[in-house]
């Protein structure tokens, strides 16, 4: 009963329990390995546009970060109390775009998190098996050689013929060459027409044959496309 009240008055008074510096130094040293493992599987697997080599070097950081701030506050009411203070006058300008960057900052601060609380096991524990379901889910969607790309068309009509029949053109060859194609934007004038496809490849050969024999058909059409997946880092 005395022991309770002890400690019920320490937390009261803002006591802070003795931190293990062994103990902050090794959880700092798992989490650098799980961070540069974080970064590694990032710059492998990750899909996003940006400089991929760039943004992975933030996980050390925020995991490291996380770590010493937890393993600080967390035998503490009074230093808790403070870091919700600061933390609510903090803003974050940092334009992050792409699903996939949040949720491996999420994993950061989840490894972050739970090795500042000492959970040191249970935090490795889940993060491999975390990386092994999003390697195995990433190869499989490596293996699957289908190509989902943009094809913008455009074209300035020289005779009155193509204007009449270009439409019903495109979409015959288009649907010659690949397996499924769905129209987003059409914009058709007096002198050109502009077309925004999605369209689904099995291979690049099929955007090769595609590109030749609407060449063919209408020379001097503009072909613009764009694959969004699986582009390399920089």
């Known amino acids: 009963m005395i022991d309770n009240l002890d400690s019920i008055k320490d937390i009261i008074s803002g ?19 799980i961070s540069l493992f974080l970064k590694f599987h990032y710059i492998k697997y990750g899909s996003t546009l940006n ?34 203070g600061a933390l609510s006058i903090v803003r ?27 959970q040191t096991l249970p935090t490795v524990i889940s993060i491999i098996v975390i990386l092994i379901i999003m390697s195995v889910l990433k190869k499989k969607s490596f293996v699957n050689k289908t190509k989902n790309m943009f094809i913008t068309i455009e074209h300035t009509f020289t005779k009155t013929s193509e204007k009449e029949k270009i439409f019903d053109d495109v979409n015959t060859i288009v649907s010659r060459n690949v397996d499924a194609f769905d129209l987003r934007r059409l ?15 099995k291979n690049l050969e099929s955007l090769k044959l595609l590109i030749t024999e609407l060449d063919k058909k209408y020379p001097g059409i503009n072909i613009n496309y764009i694959d969004q997946n699986q582009i390399p880092s920089i």
């Open 15 to 33: 006591s802070t329990a003795p931190l293990s510096i062994a103990q902050l130094v090794f959880n700092l040293l798992v989490g650098t390995i």
């Open 51 to 84: 400089n991929r080599n760039e943004f992975s070097n933030v996980f050390p950081f925020v995991l490291l970060t996380t770590t010493l701030v937890i393993a600080i506050v967390k035998s503490s009411l009074a230093l808790s109390l403070g870091l919700v």
């Open 92 to 118: 974050f300008r940092t334009p992050i775009k792409e699903p996939e960057e949040l949720a491996y900052l999420f994993l950061s601060i989840a490894a972050g998190l739970g090795l500042g609380a000492s």
């Open 187 to 201: 914009d058709h004038s007096k002198d050109s027409i502009h077309m925004t496809l999605i369209v689904n490849f």
